[in-house]
């Protein structure tokens, strides 16, 4: 310790330290006996020479030493008679006045005695001030300005009366009181010393306790010497339980590898999950070091422990709730996509087969739309149950979207044949569980599904184009009677094909590559031109004239139906148009087919409206078609705009009547001119009796309601007749008067300037 540091140790001594005021009084107590006792010496041996005056001193000092003594006796038995503060002055100032007392001796009385009495009180007063450094060490002030005022006016005597060898007595002295002052310092520094460690010690120690982490030490055999509170809290276990254990008997050894390694190659960790003696399920962070000795070998190491259950938990929870679907628990999209990467990584998949079921339901936008989302959510949740139960033990199942499922049996088999086999066993198994109706709230369900298998080729690894041949073919299969089907190549081309026709079809109109046909209705009983409908067609540069039925559903997809619908209907104002100029215009009207979805488009009667005037066309010229199948979808936001576009002159009916099931309530809350009988109804009317029938009951249906009917897809003589018998008032339209032709074909055909008629 230096000793600027030791000065700066003694200024900031506290006088109110309990500690320094009690050995004060505790070490001065014997110190006071022999201060009594050779003051009582003193007397005696000069009595003769001083008489009544060395009795005096030496009553003052023994009565002042008794005074001291009691002083004592009080601090120790009636401490609460003063402060510490008052406590420490009071020792002070009695102990200062002993040492002023025997000054007194060493400075008065020394003058009236021989020579060899000078000497004696010079020897008395050293022995004297050795005595006290001793006795005062608790407070190095006080012992050193005791002993400053016994030796200094000692010194000054002694040179005052020219003692015999004065020199080197006083240099003896002064030399003896400066090595009592460095001892005195010396054991202060090492007292100072010995707090600093011990206060070290505590800080350590209670580091080690009261760390947020278990730590233990352990020797080279692994057996555990020492460790803290937070390890017993951590495994709800005991000091004495845990000290001497040997790491080796740990019935848990995942971490233990890293704590042996530790004192072989330094520090090692573990992160991982760890069962307790008590057989608990913990997940902890751990480090283990080398404990090093003060040569640098390794005695033993020091492990780290953290509890991270909690965090690991929580982790583990969310991670779940990410790969799963929250109302049936399978995997979700997420959860389906790791698996995958998980079996095309296994060594299996390098020899095995795969499965693939993609699997959707029927009939379940017409469950939740017409029977609300709970009972939806309850179809989902009895489908997932029954898959679990049928197929769980050999597959992985997920729920991807709203209805689609995706289920996965890994590793079937080495052979394609046997492969193929196990999937149509399976594909059963999945429809199977559709056998049954599903009984929600007392209704009676019946749900199908239809189901795109896939057979995953062992070393294929290319999920993205797994989840894509299964989304195809689970379409075919929806298309197909036994809605089941099988991915193969030629299905992957078509899709590809429609994809790059999707593409063509946004540049149709800017390439003009679309086309206006019409093709007539007429009066059944005459044959007679009533008006006409536009069916649009598409010249496509590779693939010749394309059919709507092709690319309507791919401009739906991709957005453009819109822009298509704009461009009809004004093409066909402008056909219009110049039929009125070239006085041929003698058609009731012309029908477009519009799709009830873009009727709710923002302003579409206000554009529909701007566009004949812009042309010159009357609202009474157009009718527009909306199937009822894309009605019954929108029927409520519908029905404003065609009562607006009704009331401004615009013919409005229902195309494909008949097949979209919708109830009678939709015929008498709309009011169109005019209901067209889908071409199903009369596909077979010479064979089945039962469809002239149906036909016969949809016609009362649309008298009674005032409608204007016309009948689709004619294509014989026989059909027409039956129909007549029927109806003499119907309209038609079909291949037996005309197919659908070309603008100009069809205005040299069937318009002419009546003028210019022979
Ligand atoms: P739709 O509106 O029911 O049109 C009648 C369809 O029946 C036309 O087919 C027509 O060629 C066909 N057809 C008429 N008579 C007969 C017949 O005697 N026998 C047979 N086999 N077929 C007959 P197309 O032109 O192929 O149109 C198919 C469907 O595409 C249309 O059915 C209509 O829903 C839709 N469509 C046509 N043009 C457009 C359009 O510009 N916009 C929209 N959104 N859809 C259109
Ligand atoms: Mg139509
Ligand atoms: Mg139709």
């Known amino acids: 310790m230096n000793f600027r540091k030791l000065i700066n140790y003694i200024k900031n001594l ?50 002042l030493s008794l005074f001291r003594l009691k002083e004592s006796f009080d601090f120790k038995n009636n401490y609460q008679k003063h402060t510490l503060e008052v406590w420490y002055k009071r020792f002070v100032i009695n102990a200062l006045v002993t040492a002023v007392l025997f000054t007194a001796l060493g400075c008065v009385y020394i003058y009236y005695v021989a020579a060899y009495y000078q000497l004696f009180i010079v ?39 020219k003692m015999p060898l004065h020199y080197v007595l006083a240099i003896l002295i002064i030399i003896y009181f400066i090595t009592q002052v460095m001892t005195l310092l010396a054991s202060y520094s090492q007292e100072i010393r010995i707090k ?64 042996k390694n530790a004192l072989l190659y330094g520090q090692q960790s573990y992160v991982g999950p760890y069962t307790s003696i008590r057989g608990e399920e913990y997940w902890i962070e751990s480090k283990a070091f080398p404990f090093r000795n003060k040569v640098n070998n390794t005695i033993g190491g020091i492990g780290l422990i953290e509890d991270k259950t909690k965090e690991h938990n929580a982790l583990e929870e969310l991670e779940y709730l990410a790969q799963h679907d929250v109302l049936t628990g399978l995997l979700n999209r997420r959860g ?24 959707d339901l029927n009939q379940f936008k017409g469950i939740n739309d017409s029977l609300g989302h709970t009972i939806g959510d309850e179809v989902l949740l009895s489908v997932s149950e029954r898959l679990l139960y049928s197929l769980g033990h050999e597959c992985k199942i997920s729920r991807i979207g709203g209805d689609e499922f995706i289920i996965v049996v890994p590793y079937v088999s ?58 195809i073919t689970m379409y075919q299969a929806k ?16 899709q590809k094909e429609l994809f790059d026709l999707q593409h063509d079809l946004a540049y149709a109109i800017e390439k003009s590559q679309l086309d206006m046909f019409f093709q007539p209705i007429v009066t059944i009983k005459e044959d007679k031109l009533f008006s006409a409908e536009a069916l649009i067609r598409w010249e496509h540069p590779t693939k010749g004239l394309l059919s709507p039925i092709d690319f309507i559903p791919l401009a739906i997809k991709a957005g453009i139906l819109s822009q298509i619908t704009w461009w009809v209907l004004d093409t066909v104002c402008k056909h219009i148009a110049q039929w009125k100029k070239e006085n041929k215009w003698q058609l009731e009207y012309i029908s477009i087919n519009v799709n009830a979805q873009q009727l709710v488009e923002k302003d579409f009667p206000r554009k529909f409206l701007k566009n004949l005037k812009e042309n010159g066309v009357e609202t009474s010229d157009i009718m527009i078609e909306i199937t009822e199948r894309s009605l019954i979808d929108s ?36 009011s169109f001119n005019t209901l067209k009988i889908d071409r199903e109804f009369v596909k077979d009317i010479e064979f089945n009796p039962k469809e002239l029938l149906l036909v016969s009951t949809i016609l009362d249906i649309g008298r009674q309601f005032n409608y204007r009917i016309v009948i689709e897809g004619i294509e014989d003589q026989k059909q027409k007749e039956l129909l007549i018998g029927l109806d003499e008032e119907l309209l038609y339209q079909g291949f037996h008067f005309s197919k659908p032709l070309d603008a100009e074909t069809f205005s040299e055909r069937f318009l002419k300037d009546p003028n210019k008629e022979v």
């Not at 065609?642 to 008498?668: P, Q, T």
């Open 336 to 359: 389906f996509k790791n698996d995958m990467e998980k079996l095309i990584n296994d060594p299996s998949h390098k020899e095995l087969f795969s499965l693939l079921f993609y699997m």
């Open 14 to 63: 506290q006088t109110v330290d309990k500690n320094i005021v009690t050995n004060l009084y505790l070490l001065s107590e014997k110190s006071l006996k022999t201060v009594i006792l050779l003051s009582s010496l003193i007397a005696l041996a000069l009595y003769p020479i001083l008489s009544n005056n060395i009795a005096l001193w030496a009553m003052a000092v023994v009565s």
């Open 479 to 494: 298309k197909s009677d036994s809605k089941i089907s099988y991915y193969n190549e030629d299905l992957d081309r078509k």
């Open 635 to 670: 029927f409520d936001t519908t029905q404003d705009i065609i009562n607006m576009l009704r009331k401004e002159g615009v013919k409005c009916a229902v195309d494909d009547f008949g097949i979209g099931y919708s109830s009678l309530s939709y015929l008498k809350r709309l």
């Open 414 to 471: 080495h052979q394609e044949d046997i492969a193929l086999n196990k999937a149509n066993i399976f594909s059963e198994k999945i429809q199977n569980i559709f056998i049954d109706p599903f009984i929600i709230e007392s209704l009676h369900l019946h749900v199908k599904s239809s189901i795109g298998i896939i057979l995953i080729e062992p070393n294929y690894t290319n999920i993205e184009e797994i989840i894509r041949h299964a989304d």
């Open 123 to 161: 020897a008395v007063l050293v022995g004297l001030a050795s005595g006290a450094t001793t006795s005062l060490s608790a407070d190095i002030r006080v012992a050193i300005v005791y002993n400053s005022l016994i030796i200094v006016p000692l010194i000054a005597t002694i040179f005052i009366l």
């Open 196 to 259: 600093e460690l011990e206060e070290e010690k505590t800080i350590l120690h209670n580091l080690f306790e009261e760390a947020p982490l278990g730590i233990f030490s352990y020797d080279k055999d692994l057996n555990i010497i020492d460790c803290n509170k937070q390890l017993n809290s951590l495994f709800d276990s005991n000091r004495e339980a845990i000290i001497g254990l040997n790491l080796n008997n740990l019935p848990d050894h995942r971490p233990i590898k890293a704590m």
